[in-house]
């Protein structure tokens, strides 16, 4: 109940639309459509590119060479001798210590037991091999009709 006004916006958009379309610009727009007719583009000159002046190179012959730089002699630098390092004093070699020998320990006589009964499987009875099973499907024909 609270959308009713809906219905009635439509009417006044509808002849709004309606008077829009029935001017002569409808008529102008589908002449546009129907024949499109596309301007004229002029064509334009081509540019010409200048033509550039040609470079002499000397030739390869007259390019002088450079002599070789000399390089100087350096002198040797001399190193300090090396200073003698502290000899470490021997100590007595240590004896190692021996360590008594350990007891022997005596393991206890494990009790014998009686032995056990083997456990009996329970037996499953068994179908008899002449008892036929009903089929749910109709026997199938060997022979074709």
């Known amino acids: 109940m609270a959308h009713h006004h809906e219905p009635s916006i439509m009417l006044p958009l509808l002849v709004i639309t309606i008077s829009l379309m029935s001017g002569k610009e409808v008529v102008a727009s589908r002449h546009l459509l129907e024949e499109p007719t596309l ?57 190692k210590p021996e360590l008594p020998p350990l007891p022997k320990l005596e393991t206890p006589k494990l009790p014998e037991l009686p032995p056990l009964p083997k456990p009996t499987l329970p037996t499953f009875p068994t179908l008899p091999k002449d008892i036929s099973f009903p089929s749910h499907s109709p026997p199938h024909s060997t022979t074709t009709p």
């Open 39 to 95: 301007p004229k583009v002029p064509e334009l000159p081509k540019p010409e590119l200048p033509t550039l002046p040609k470079v002499e190179l000397p030739p390869l012959s007259h390019i002088p060479t450079l002599p070789e730089p000399a390089l100087p002699t350096l002198p040797k630098p001399e190193l300090p001798t090396k200073p003698e390092m502290p000899t470490v004093p021997q100590f007595p070699a240590l004896e």
